[in-house]
């Protein structure tokens, strides 16, 4: 009887993770293929790619999804005043070293 309780006791134990780790669904029902590929192409109309391998994988997706919620069209660069800045490119050239 003993070994019965301890048992039914260790197979408690093991069932209550399995059970807490079950995924709940969205609030509006599953998602449907249908909005997947809108919100794929929603987010590849303000510049992410998701067929581009990213070593900014999380932050790029976020940013895109941040812009697409702000209503941005491009997504590039940030917003400007319509100023400009004009002048004279850099003559700048490092020095010439000679080998010996």
């Known amino acids: 009887m003993k070994s ?14 399995a059970v807490s780790f079950a995924q709940s669904q969205p609030e509006n029902g599953p998602v449907t ?4 590929r809108n919100e794929l192409k929603a987010l ?3 510049g ?3 067929n581009v391998v990213s070593p ?4 790029d997706y976020q940013a895109a999804k941040a812009r697409l ?3 941005g069209d491009s997504g590039y660069g ?5 100023s400009s800045q004009s002048g004279t490119a850099s003559s700048y050239s490092p020095p010439v070293r000679m080998m010996r």
């Open 48 to 50: 992410w790619r998701p």
């Open 44 to 46: 590849e109309s303000v």
């Open 4 to 17: 019965l309780i301890n048992a039914v006791a260790l197979a408690a134990v093991l069932a209550v993770p």
């Open 78 to 82: 940030p917003a400007t005043d319509g």
């Open 33 to 36: 293929r249908e909005q997947v």
């Open 56 to 59: 900014f994988y999380p932050g």
């Open 69 to 71: 919620q702000s209503g």
